[in-house]
């Protein structure tokens, strides 16, 4: 079973940047497709980020040349560096694990998380 637990949420100035982490459990879920998702209030949960297993990320065009996904698999820890932040970003923040590796290629568009964190609120301010 995965376990998921994020922290790194909190506030920031318009213009400021925050980076969210998500420590993984057992190591083995490093393995598969991970993302990072958000959902603000009275809107539906979009994909934001996405990490396959390949390494290749891909991103929504609303956070794209500000957000950077990673992971460090020495630490088991899944990161999303969020840059020139502004209010529309104000969201909780979900980080996904797909808990299987698949043969085809993981993007926003086809991902299928099975496991979920906690989630952690990022609030932006003017």
């Known amino acids: 079973q995965v376990q998921l637990v994020e922290s790194g949420g909190g506030s920031a100035r318009a213009g400021g940047s925050l980076r969210l982490s998500c420590v993984v459990s057992?190591?083995?879920?490093?393995?598969?497709?991970m993302g990072w998702f958000r959902q603000a209030p009275g809107k539906q949960r979009e994909g934001v980020a996405l990490?396959?297993?390949?390494?290749?990320?891909s991103y929504a065009d609303s956070v794209k040349g500000r957000f950077t996904i990673s992971k460090d698999r020495a630490k088991n820890t899944l990161y999303l560096q969020m840059n020139s932040l502004g209010p529309e970003d104000t969201a909780i923040y979900y980080c996904?694990?797909?808990?299987?590796?698949?043969?085809?290629?993981?993007?926003?568009?086809?991902?299928?998380?099975?496991?979920w964190g906690q989630g952690t609120q990022v609030t932006v301010s003017s």
């Open positions: 996904a694990n797909e808990g299987r590796v698949r043969t085809t290629s993981v993007t926003l568009a086809n991902m299928d998380p099975r496991y």
């Open positions: 057992p190591y083995t879920a490093m393995n598969p497709a």
């Open positions: 990490l396959d297993c390949d390494g290749t990320t």
